[in-house]
């Protein structure tokens, strides 16, 4: 699976965006980009996903550059509760589904 | 919204002795993940679970560790003699298709004392 690179924290003020940058500069045409997010300890919680195209849904907006070498989650109205550590993963190819997890970004929502 | 559920929250078990997880995947999903995650450190892979079979495994799904379906809704990760070093958070994932999202239960927490 392709390597990813994030910020290790960023901050963000409640009911702003919060823009999530990714770098997955070896992608292949096959992989798609996740993005996951944890909260304290409790189990990954799945945001979105995408191949090719921008893809939005209730949570989060996911832009993908043309050459797919970035990605970026925007959180268009983040609120304290979505202070969480986000994961940007790669997968698929010839992985059966699993996914790789990083150190993910630290994102601090403040008041 | 359907959840996978993982049993115990929370399981301490004396080194050398056998541990069983237990997880109630979604019910139409069809691809089994287990995940662990020891205090501090970075969600690791250990397997993944298709058509009653092992996928993928991990260097650290060794021969201690085993996975079954026993039933059409129950997914259990065994831990056959415990180490010290196999404490950690034990996540369940279940997903409808390969690359389909994977939906993550609330994990138990394994101490090994």
């Known amino acids: 699976d392709a390597k990813t690179t994030q910020p290790t924290s960023m901050d963000c003020a409640e009911g702003r965006a919060a823009n999530l940058p990714c770098n997955h500069s070896t992608i292949s045409g096959n992989e798609y980009v996740y993005w996951y997010r944890q909260i304290h300890s409790q189990g990954p919680q799945y945001i979105i996903h995408?191949?090719?195209n921008n893809e939005t849904n209730e949570m989060a907006s996911l832009i993908i550059t043309e050459d797919r070498k970035s990605s970026t989650l925007i959180l268009p109205h983040a609120t304290l509760r979505d202070t969480a550590v986000y994961y940007c993963i790669v997968s698929g190819g010839t992985s059966y589904g699993k996914l790789t997890f990083g150190q993910g970004t630290i994102l601090t929502v403040h008041p | 919204e359907p959840e996978v559920t993982q049993t115990p929250s929370h399981q301490v078990t004396q080194m050398g002795q056998e541990v069983i997880l237990r997880c109630v995947p979604i019910s139409n999903h069809l691809y089994f993940y287990w995940y662990r995650q020891i205090l501090g450190q970075k969600v690791e892979f250990l397997v993944s679970f298709y058509n009653n079979e092992i996928s993928e495994k991990s260097e650290i799904f060794d021969d201690q560790f085993s996975v079954e379906r026993p039933d059409g809704s129950n997914f259990t990760l065994k831990i056959r003699s415990t180490k010290l070093e196999d404490s950690a958070m034990y996540f369940c994932?279940?997903?409808?298709?390969?690359?389909?999202?994977?939906?993550f239960g609330d994990g138990t927490r394994l101490s090994i004392l």
């Open positions: 994932a279940s997903s409808a298709g390969q690359f389909q999202p994977q939906h």
């Open positions: 995408g191949l090719k």
